[in-house]
């Protein structure tokens, strides 16, 4: 099959991009001009890229001439707290190029779409109660693909993703930010330590991605759907430094109770979500941070 990816220089992207190399499946991605493509430099050579300008143009032009089977959307912009300085990028990346790929797609009858969405966008558990505005624009791109997919024009399928780890990941998330300290000793403050999080292995992601691939193409025309990808297992910030610490055999230079929560922090991941026919996590999180920190 031909993919077409949007975010594949990102960590998940290219990680989806590198399993379907493997499996003999061609890849085009789009990306800014200047991206770094550090997290592809194994299979540079076998993906044809093509450049985002910021218009519809760029987009419709590089679907025509890639003609894909299908499209997966990773490109977002992502601040938690954000500034009237986010706005644009905000906008830019989580709902315009969003919608620019969408009537790309129409216009050049590529039926399926796989979409990234946010457990974010369901604050206190509620159906519909984003965290921050980066979880209201991706819920404002998923509402313009309602349309699409009504009118039986793309098919949708959107996995509404949790925290994220595994091995090469530059993103400066909690756990490599963990990871970090273990080597320099550098001391970090944190909350109280309270809130539950839920970590996914990048590897489990990207089965469920290939799991929607052949999932989506089994229904009919204009079928949409939500999943959440949820490794079903929670553990606090408290007891994630604690494992970290067992597996190491050394303890972390860890402040708890110095940094206030964030306003708005979740506390309890959601969990009120429909689950990925045919998918499951395979990588609990202590065999995953073991390959990780050792």
């Not at 519809?56 to 890639?66: A, K, Q």
Request: hydrophobic share 35%; net charge negative; with cysteine.
């Amino acid at each position: 099959m031909r993919f077409y990816i949007t975010g594949g220089t990102g960590y998940i992207g290219s990680s989806i991009a590198k399993r379907l190399i493997e499996d003999d499946h061609k890849v085009a991605i789009l990306k800014r001009e200047h991206s770094d493509l550090s997290y592809l430099s194994e299979i540079e050579e076998q993906i044809s890229f093509f450049n985002y300008s910021g218009t519809y143009r760029s987009v419709d032009e590089s679907v025509g001439h890639f003609k894909p089977d299908m499209a997966l959307h990773f490109a977002s912009y992502y601040t938690f707290d954000h500034t009237p300085d986010d706005l644009d990028t905000l906008i830019d990346s989580n709902i315009r190029l969003g919608l620019y790929l969408a009537e790309a797609l129409v216009q050049h009858q590529v039926q399926y779409l796989i979409n990234t969405g946010t457990s974010f966008e369901h604050f206190t558990n509620c159906d519909y109660r984003p965290v921050n505005l980066y979880a209201a624009t991706k819920q404002a791109f998923q509402n313009l693909l309602e349309y699409y997919s009504d009118s039986n024009k793309i098919s949708a399928i959107t996995l509404k993703l949790f925290d994220t780890y595994g091995p090469r990941d530059k993103r400066g998330k909690l756990i490599e930010l963990l990871k970090k300290s273990i080597k320099t000793k550098q001391e970090i403050n944190l909350s109280g330590g309270e809130q539950l999080l839920d970590f996914v292995h990048i590897d489990d992601v990207v089965e469920a991605f290939l799991v929607s691939v052949r999932l989506i193409q089994s229904r009919e025309a204009g079928f949409k759907q939500e999943y959440g990808i949820s490794s079903d297992e929670t553990l606090s910030l408290k007891k994630l430094v604690s494992l970290i610490e067992e597996i190491r055999g050394e303890a972390l230079n860890v402040n708890f109770g110095v940094r206030p929560y964030r306003e708005r922090e979740v506390m309890v991941p959601w969990s009120d979500f429909e689950p990925l026919d045919g998918w499951k996590p395979v990588i609990g999180l202590r065999e995953g941070l073991k390959a990780i920190l050792n």
